[in-house]
């Protein structure tokens, strides 16, 4: 257990099932209305010795009515700062405004020491940090201080105005901006409700922005936003169900990610977004950390397996007369025929021209992008990797030929067995039928003619559309060619490009979305057609999972 973020937790109703203290940087506290939320994170704060550091934006813009004298809080640290700053005003009577005045008292001291030392370069203060994190919020907005004053250019319009007068969402967003800068180090930092007034397609990379900026601190959420609580990557979910007040106890359960989604798939009807649902965890997995950020505009939801994205996505479509919300899965390609892919494209499920998310990476137009970022040579790597990559592929393509044969022998298989036999007789002499039905070695040579053609073409895009074979994306060597240490790393690149909402994100996430012919519409049936195929849309049901 990483002992700095160790936090102990309160008592619980069954205490022996329960551990007493977690370690995690990212808490989310979930319940129903009532069922004592606020009061568990009260107690959380109390049992953190010093290092809790708590927020509420409902009050944060409001004379104090009591001031806190928590050691550490907004409160204490001006107080601290105007007795030992004779020139700092003391008049400030809102969160907001003191954390303002702390912001100008450090930035005039950064300024008067680096003249007093000679320094030609002032080192980065908190209000650097701020207008950093405010411009990558707010693209097109910025920061100036001007006689003392923050003002603010907005999108809005272009005279500057001051932190009173923004919008409720941006002047929460500012608040809480500037008052996790100030939180003390590896502090445990408490929000109650932390969407309020924040729009909720900025809420998720606020708190991205200030979980990045503070890396040292734990972030407890008390929120009932189910699309809130699940952009939390990495998030330890504390259930509360009830408060017992004569045993001060609570009834609480940790839960894991499987569960949690669970819990919130009945909350997805009151939603506001569609849902997208992948494969993956929300934990180790690339798929949630990459489509995140290509449909921002989605509720992204790991469900595990292909199988459960399918079904999933099917059933949660069918009910779309109930909820009014377009549903979308997406499913790795890995050995699917053409037709299994159009039939799971009608129903909804992207599925990639690739054959698993590893490839996205090494997709010509991704590989063009990031050496162009990168300052490196474009066509020179992707023709190195283009060469590595067909070579790999002749080398493993028998390998991949039976691979992609037992896939479909075992789809087949499950189509044809599936039918009513009057005996054990018949089930027998269906079985020993199946092979000269199935045609396995035929279906190995076609494909192995196939694969030697791809290899003969040089059909980079046509290979990377049928060879699973995970190491690739390291052995190819790309990461380092484009200057990176290692895969991981090259993945994490991409993933922090599309986080920055410039030209090259655009790009990226338009290369990415073609992959998946997201913003194509799906082929559809007329309505006779589809009554016609029903029967044997269900046998293709089973192929495709």
Not at 285 to 314: A, N, Q
Not at 326 to 355: H, N, W
Request: proline share 4%; charged share 30%; net charge positive.
């Amino acid at each position: 257990m990483n002992m700095k973020n160790k936090i102990h937790l309160p008592p619980s109703v069954n205490p022996g099932s329960r551990p007493a203290s977690i370690s995690s940087n990212r808490i989310a506290i979930i319940g129903a209305n009532g069922a004592g939320k606020s009061r568990f994170m009260d107690e959380l704060a109390h049992l953190c010795e010093g290092r809790a550091y708590s927020l509420n934006a409902l009050s944060a813009f409001y004379p104090e009515l009591q001031e806190s004298t928590t050691k550490g809080s907004i409160d204490s640290q001006y107080r601290d700062a105007t007795r030992s700053r004779n020139y700092l005003r003391s008049d400030a009577v809102s969160e907001l405004d003191k954390l303002e005045y702390l912001l100008f008292a450090e930035e005039m001291e950064s300024l008067m020491r680096a003249k007093e030392q000679g320094n030609h370069r002032v080192p980065p203060t908190r209000l650097d940090t701020l207008r950093d994190i405010w411009a990558r919020l707010f693209p097109g907005s910025r920061v100036s201080s001007v006689s003392g004053q923050l003002l603010f250019s907005t999108l809005a319009g272009a005279d500057l105005i001051p932190s009173s007068r923004l919008s409720q969402g941006e002047k929460t967003a500012l608040y809480y901006i500037a008052a996790v800068l100030y939180a003390m180090h590896e502090a445990v930092v408490l929000i109650d409700s932390p969407g309020l007034f924040v729009h909720p397609g900025v809420a998720a990379t606020l708190w991205n922005l200030l979980e990045e900026a503070r890396p040292d601190c734990t972030f407890v959420y008390n929120s009932v936003d189910s699309d809130f609580v699940s952009s939390r990557a990495d998030c330890l979910c504390i259930w509360v169900r009830n408060y017992i007040s004569e045993d001060h106890a609570w009834d609480y359960e940790l839960l894991d990610r499987e569960r949690v989604e669970e819990s919130m798939m009945m909350e997805f009807a009151g939603g506001r977004r569609p849902v997208l649902f992948i494969e993956g965890d929300s934990t180790h997995s690339i798929d949630i950390r990459l489509y995140s950020l290509v449909f921002p505009d989605m509720s992204v939801r790991p469900l595990g397996s292909c199988s459960k994205v399918i079904e999933t996505t099917r059933s949660f479509n069918d009910l779309a007369s109930l909820h009014h919300l377009r549903s979308r899965g997406i499913v790795d390609r890995d050995r699917r025929t053409d037709q299994e892919v159009e039939y799971l494209r009608k129903k909804q499920i992207l599925v990639a021209d690739v054959a698993e998310i590893e490839n996205i990476f090494l997709l010509p137009g991704i590989i063009r992008i990031m050496a162009r970022h990168r300052g490196r040579d474009g066509s020179k790597i992707l023709g190195r990797v283009k060469r590595d990559i067909i070579k790999n592929f002749r080398k493993h393509s028998e390998e991949q030929a039976l691979q992609h044969v037992r896939h479909k022998i075992k789809r087949d298989v499950e189509c044809r067995i599936d039918s009513r036999f009057t005996c054990i007789t018949a089930l027998e002499v269906h079985l020993r039928g199946l092979e000269g039905k199935l045609q396995p070695r035929r279906h190995y040579n076609r494909l192995r003619e196939s694969f030697a053609a791809l290899v003969r073409d040089e059909d980079y895009e046509g290979i990377l559309k049928v060879f699973n074979h995970k190491p690739m994306l390291s052995e190819c060597g790309i990461a380092q060619m484009l200057g990176y240490k290692s895969r991981d790393e090259y993945v994490q690149g991409v993933i922090d490009m599309l986080k920055n909402r410039g030209k090259t994100s655009t790009e990226l996430r338009k290369k990415i979305r073609e992959c998946l012919h997201a913003d194509e519409q799906p082929p559809s049936e007329s309505p006779g057609k589809q009554e016609k195929n029903d029967a044997s849309n269900k046998r293709k049901e089973k192929s495709v999972y």
